[in-house]
């Protein structure tokens, strides 16, 4: 059974740092895609970051480049996400995501439970 | 970037009923269209990709249709269970051009 467990979300304030991982079991890890998605409260769905099943291809989004990286390590089967210089507007919940493929141009097949990360100070 | 539009924004409905649920992409995408079901507090949930296959595991009941510009989810025989907000996806171009409809949600009527 494909399972993503995310972890280390939390308060932080405006201008800080955090560090977002994504435990991954039940496929074999490095042969996937994974991309990371977020929802601020109340609103839509929004993709922040792919990478493939490498490590070698990563692709950002406009709102977060610059700011976020995205990594993995394939032999933990951990995604991470680390995020610098945190805004109020990066307020949200955050899902990884599997891409059903080795290069994150492919649909989401399975997601994680999501973690909440607040920017407030 | 390509902007997808679902409507409506929500939608009440009887369990039995029929619903569709329209996404229009901006520009053409091919079949590159995928559509999720997400419940209150929950992860999203994957119900079709390449605009008409089902995800292994979901209900029949589910189908989706279309191509180029205009796609539609259609839900036969509402459920109880289906009450959710549904997104309609358009992926695979640059990756980094990913975008998401505004979404729907189905309530009970």
């Known amino acids: 059974e494909v399972q993503l467990l995310e972890s280390g979300g939390g308060l932080v304030q405006p201008g800080g740092s955090l560090r977002l991982s994504c435990a991954a079991s039940?496929?074999?890890?490095?042969?996937?895609?994974m991309s990371w998605v977020r929802q601020a409260p109340g609103k839509g769905l929004e993709w922040v970051s792919g990478?493939?099943?490498?490590?070698?291809?990563?692709f950002y989004a406009d709102s977060v480049r610059g700011r976020f990286t995205i990594s993995r390590d394939n032999s933990k089967n951990t995604l991470y996400l680390q995020m610098n210089s945190l805004r109020a507007e990066d307020t949200a919940v955050y899902y990884c995501a599997r891409v059903d493929s080795d290069y994150p141009d492919d649909y989401f097949d399975y997601w994680g439970q999501g973690i909440l990360v607040t920017v407030s100070s | 970037d390509i902007q997808m539009t679902q409507s409506p924004s929500s939608l009440s409905a009887s369990v039995g009923d029929r619903v569709t649920i329209t996404c229009r992409a901006s520009q053409g995408i091919s079949n590159f269209l995928a559509w999720f079901q997400q419940k209150p507090g929950k992860a999203p949930k994957s119900l079709i990709y390449?605009?008409?296959t089902l995800q292994t595991g979901v209900p029949s009941r589910f189908s989706g249709s279309g191509s180029g510009t205009a796609f539609t989810l259609t839900i036969n025989s509402l459920q109880p269970e289906d009450f959710a907000t549904y997104y309609c996806?358009?992926?695979?171009?640059?990756?980094?051009?990913?975008?998401f409809g505004g979404g729907t949600k189905v309530e009970i009527k």
């Open positions: 990478i493939s099943g490498s490590g070698v291809s990563i």
């Open positions: 039940g496929f074999t890890f490095s042969n996937y895609a």
């Open positions: 996806h358009h992926y695979n171009s640059d990756p980094s051009g990913r975008s």
């Open positions: 390449a605009t008409s």
